[in-house]
């Protein structure tokens, strides 16, 4: 199974989320020289052309062809410019469950854009891709990240202890959040609109809406 098919283009009040291109070169290029800490571990950290090329043309997009998750441009909805990015992974189809991650660029931390970009998706998979859970994991001292959990509806279970290694080689503990599609809809977030293939998102009409 595979709910990922097709071109997706999540939109919001600020935000559009969409697939990344060769049109995100330039933008990956300033935020790799800049050495920017928000991109997912999977992405070119190096300035060579050819394997940045590729990757934005090819290797971004091969865990969407596998239904194994997928990675979204976070990208200011009239301007266009890439503020982040926000994907699924770990997506287990038997039991409709996955985790989700995203980051900030730092220029584009505390603006609302990850509660925003986060709502988008988590409604996009729990009630349009056929997905049940989805789970959220923050570092304990992660505490923006946290806020931005809550604020987009997630629900703390709990402390998954020493679950993740640092950079210095610390096995830091994490606080675990989800979300499953059954929970009632969070106020003054961004709420799903079906459009065809590809899902539309609409701001909710009473509001608006680094991991």
């Not at 990757?55 to 969407?64: I, M």
């Not at 997905?131 to 923050?138: Q, V």
């Not at 590809?198 to 991991?211: F, I, K, M, N, P």
Request: net charge negative; proline share 5%; charged share 25%.
């Amino acid at each position: 199974m595979n709910a990922f098919e097709g071109t997706v283009r999540l939109v919001g009040g600020r935000l559009v989320l969409r697939p990344f291109g060769l049109d995100d070169a330039a933008a990956l290029i300033e935020v790799i020289r800049a050495k920017e800490d928000f991109l997912p571990p999977n992405f070119p950290a190096v300035l060579e052309a050819e394997p940045i090329a590729w990757f934005l043309r090819e290797g971004v997009h091969k865990v969407q062809q596998f239904g194994m998750g997928i990675h979204l441009a976070v990208t200011e909805r009239y301007t266009g410019d890439l503020v982040g990015t926000i994907g699924l992974f770990k997506v287990d189809w038997t039991h409709l469950t996955s985790e989700v991650g995203y980051g900030m660029r730092p220029s584009a931390r505390g603006r609302g854009y990850a509660t925003e970009a986060l709502s988008l998706v988590s409604d996009w998979a729990l009630h349009n891709c056929g997905l049940f859970r989805i789970e959220l994991r923050a570092m304990v001292t992660n505490h923006a990240s946290i806020r931005v959990a809550e604020k987009a509806g997630y629900l703390r279970e709990g402390v998954a202890r020493g679950a993740e290694r640092d950079a210095d080689g610390i096995s830091r503990d994490m606080i675990v959040f989800s979300r499953i599609a059954s929970d009632p809809p969070c106020r003054g977030v961004p709420r799903p609109r079906p459009d065809g293939a590809s899902a539309r998102l609409v701001a909710d009409e009473e509001g608006e809406g680094h991991q």
